[in-house]
């Protein structure tokens, strides 16, 4: 996006996006000091007022994410819900679930904010109970395997939001593994009688409401 459109759009939010910017910028930190092989993308500020929609349409008092990162999102998420909500966000890499864990514990968070250590397709399994909102910002080559679980993890109007969806359409990721899996995933999201999706062409991020 261009940056005169970004300045356009945090002038309109007119702080609304800017919750835990401290966070976004130690996430791109990180990254740029581990190299290429760090996944630590932290998700766009200018998405931040979606957890606001999402939180009030679901009342959200759960919300779930695959892919910490640093805790950006998850705090973004935790405080556009609210103090009455609380957050599990599933982590693989031991370091970066670390850096969020601390990052949880300076912004007085980790009461409200649970990480899982350990992969999506690991944990989600073992996961009890409905969550009102769940956000995929890990590996896309597992989502098709996440199918079963966000059925069983959600309630009617429930809200699912998954990431990462470029490397199948464009943009960054092109060149990227599992485009058949993001293929696969979408296919069966769209068809499940369970969900209602949409995919937000350009930007490459689905959001499906559990029916
Ligand atoms: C795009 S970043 C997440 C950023 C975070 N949601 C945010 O916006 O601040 C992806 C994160 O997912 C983690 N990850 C990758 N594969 C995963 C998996 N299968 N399960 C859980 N976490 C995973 C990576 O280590 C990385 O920290």
Same mark, same amino acid.
């Given at each position: 996006m261009k940056k005169s459109v970004t300045q356009l759009l945090m002038k309109i939010y007119d702080g609304r996006a800017d919750a835990h910017l401290d966070l976004y910028r130690l996430s791109n930190q990180h990254r740029r000091k581990h190299g290429r092989d760090c996944e630590m993308y932290p998700s766009d500020p200018l998405q931040a007022p979606l957890w606001r929609v999402v939180a009030?349409? !679901?009342?959200?008092r759960r919300i779930l994410e695959v892919g910490c990162g640093h805790g950006y999102t998850a705090a973004v998420m935790a405080s556009a819900a609210g103090?009455?909500?609380?957050?599990? !966000?599933? #982590?693989?890499?031991?370091?970066?679930?670390?850096?969020?864990?601390?990052a949880f514990q300076e912004r007085s968070l980790s009461k409200r904010i649970n990480v899982l250590h350990g992969r999506g397709?690991?944990?989600?399994?073992?996961l009890k109970g409905r969550y009102d909102a769940v956000f995929l910002d890990g590996? @896309?080559? #597992?989502?098709p395997r996440y199918i079963p679980h966000l059925?069983?993890?959600t309630r009617p109007?429930?809200?699912?939001?998954?990431?990462?969806?470029?490397?199948?359409?464009?943009? @960054?990721?092109?060149?990227?593994?599992?485009?058949?899996?993001?293929?696969?995933?979408? !296919?069966r999201l769209v068809r499940d009688p369970h969900f209602? !999706?949409?995919?937000?062409?350009? #930007? @490459?991020?689905?959001?499906?409401?559990?029916?």
């Open positions: 009030s349409l !679901t009342h959200a103090p009455g909500c609380r957050v599990d !966000t599933i #982590e693989a890499d031991p370091r970066h679930a670390a850096l969020a864990e601390q397709q690991n944990i989600l399994p073992r590996d @896309w080559r #597992e989502y059925r069983r993890l109007g429930s809200i699912v939001v998954s990431a990462n969806l470029n490397p199948l359409f464009g943009g @960054w990721g092109g060149r990227m593994r599992g485009k058949p899996a993001i293929q696969s995933y979408l !296919t209602r !999706t949409y995919i937000i062409p350009g #930007e @490459w991020h689905s959001i499906s409401v559990r029916v």
